[in-house]
């Protein structure tokens, strides 16, 4: 999944997005043949050490298929839940953001804005499965999607057939142990909006409600000493579901709606 990124001047700025192929490597190379997921079950998980930023790939801000990205300055404390997706043979051995080559054998992904290399445990929601992977790349740049594995992550987390999954992914840091995994059993929503003020909350929810969205509702939580009115949908049962109602969402000019538990 190469984002090649130049600089010039003082900015930087990516190269043009024609040579992005959903947010994927500029150029494919011959697949060669594929380790089956017995096999791949003995490549281990990815090890957290300190390493320095790499030199390639953490510019302040790039701009790919029209959207503007800011990188992280750390990835302490990130923890997000959305949906993962896979790249594999057609990008063995191309180069990624980094600098480095892409192994599709190792444990690595690509994310849109942590810096690079970060590492990061994955949680597949639908089972349970956990694994850690450094992050190497930038993409994936579908809307709604937040992290893109390699080949033998993403069959660690036994996603291959569906090519997506959802999953929580939390940064490590080395030297401490992996955080606890969110359990799969867990529901799913969409979050629409979040609110201190319960009236801005019940105007959304009018709102979708006017838009069809009947199963929207109103989840007070408290974060720090204040109550949080929460706007959602769901739950939501699967990548296809959700991928509908974020587009239905961003139609109606809500371009913050992202996947949560309950």
Same mark, same amino acid.
């Given at each position: ?29 011959k697949p060669i043949p ?5 096999e791949v079950d003995h ?7 300190? %390493? ?28 997000? =839940? ?5 790249? @594999?043979? @057609?990008?063995?051995? @191309? ?5 480095? =080559? ?58 291959? =057939? ?13 030297? %401490? ?24 909350? %019940? ?6 409600? =006017? ?7 109103i989840h007070n939580s ?41």
């Amino acid at each position: 999944m190469m984002f090649m990124i130049k600089k010039t001047s003082a900015l930087w700025i990516s190269i043009p997005m024609l040579l992005l192929i959903a947010g994927c490597s500029t150029t494919k190379i011959k697949p060669i043949p594929e380790l089956s997921p017995a096999e791949v079950d003995h490549i281990h998980d990815a090890i957290p050490r300190v %390493e320095p930023l790499s030199k390639n790939g953490n510019p302040a801000f790039y701009d790919a298929l029209g959207q503007r990205y800011f990188v992280m300055q750390s990835a302490a404390g990130y923890d997000e =839940r959305g949906v993962a997706s896979w790249y @594999g043979p @057609g990008f063995h051995k @191309g180069a990624t953001s980094s600098g480095e =080559r892409y192994d599709m054998y190792g444990m690595t992904a690509a994310h849109k804005t942590l810096p690079l290399p970060t590492y990061v445990q994955v949680t597949n929601l639908n089972n349970g499965r956990s694994i850690t992977v450094r992050v190497n790349d930038r993409g994936p740049f579908k809307r709604g999607r937040i992290i893109d594995l390699s080949y033998a992550a993403a069959s660690k987390l036994d996603m291959l =057939r569906d090519g997506t999954a959802f999953v929580e992914v939390k940064s490590l840091v080395p030297g %401490e142990n992996a955080p606890h995994a969110t359990q799969s059993s867990s529901p799913l929503f969409v979050q629409a909006g979040a609110f201190s003020d319960v009236a801005n909350a %019940e105007r959304l929810l009018q709102q979708l409600q =006017r838009s069809g969205f009947m199963d929207a509702f109103i989840h007070n939580s408290n974060n720090k000493g204040q109550t949080l009115f929460r706007v959602r949908i769901g739950p939501i049962n699967n990548v296809d579901e959700f991928d509908r109602v974020i587009a239905s969402l961003k139609a109606s000019g809500i371009d913050d709606a992202h996947l949560a538990l309950d």
